[in-house]
């Protein structure tokens, strides 16, 4: 028999039914998607190393979601306001309650990770720890996390335990109906638009 990794057990919390989850997308997709999409790779930090499972990102917060999709690397925050315009949010209120894995303050030491291990530019481990709680913990929904790069707001990585019908979307807010609330999270990250003219084709 393996020894389990998680010599404590699990901490989880508990979002209730009807608990809203933000969740940043793009206007040409459906806000509810696991990815990733079946036949591709791993692509963000908590993927299913070989396709074991799929996950659906979102956030307590709108600015939580939207410095994780749209800014994300601290480097190069400045955007086409175009770019940013082809994405909106939704809400999403799961129809049961999430049990989810506590991967931040108590629940670090908890499960014997350190912050580090969930939050470098190399997937491996925080996809190695997704799976072994997905493996050991056959009644767990998800992860929830501190963003990487705004510490202050708390993330989640949803297991496709969850279907997607056992979520109520509410209608999409188009970012571009929405530029005031745009333009306060730019102001807040210190992200700008590039307002230069479009080089034409040649």
Request: proline share 8%.
């Amino acid at each position: 028999m393996v020894a389990s990794r998680f010599v404590s057990g699990l901490r989880a919390i508990t979002l209730p039914a009807g608990h809203g989850l933000v969740r940043v997308h793009a206007l040409n997709r459906g806000p509810v998607f696991f990815g990733p999409a079946p036949g591709s790779r791993p692509q963000n930090r908590f993927d299913a190393p070989d396709q074991e499972y799929r996950v659906l990102y979102a956030a307590e917060h709108l600015e939580g979601a939207f410095v994780e999709t749209v800014l994300r690397r601290p480097v190069g925050r400045i955007l086409r306001r175009a770019s940013v315009e082809e994405r909106g949010w939704s809400i999403l209120r799961p129809s049961r309650p999430l049990a989810l894995a506590k991967l931040f303050d108590d629940g670090l030491q908890f499960h014997q990770i350190d912050a580090s291990e969930i939050s470098v530019d190399n997937y491996a481990p925080s996809r190695a720890l997704a799976l072994a709680l997905h493996a050991e913990f056959s009644d767990l929904d998800g992860l929830a996390y501190r963003s990487r790069y705004n510490n202050g707001e708390i993330c989640y990585a949803i297991f496709d335990r969850i279907a997607p019908g056992e979520f109520d979307a509410g209608p999409v807010s188009p970012f571009a109906d929405h530029k005031d609330t745009v333009d306060a999270m730019m102001e807040l990250y210190g992200a700008v638009f590039d307002t230069s003219p479009p080089i034409p084709p040649i």
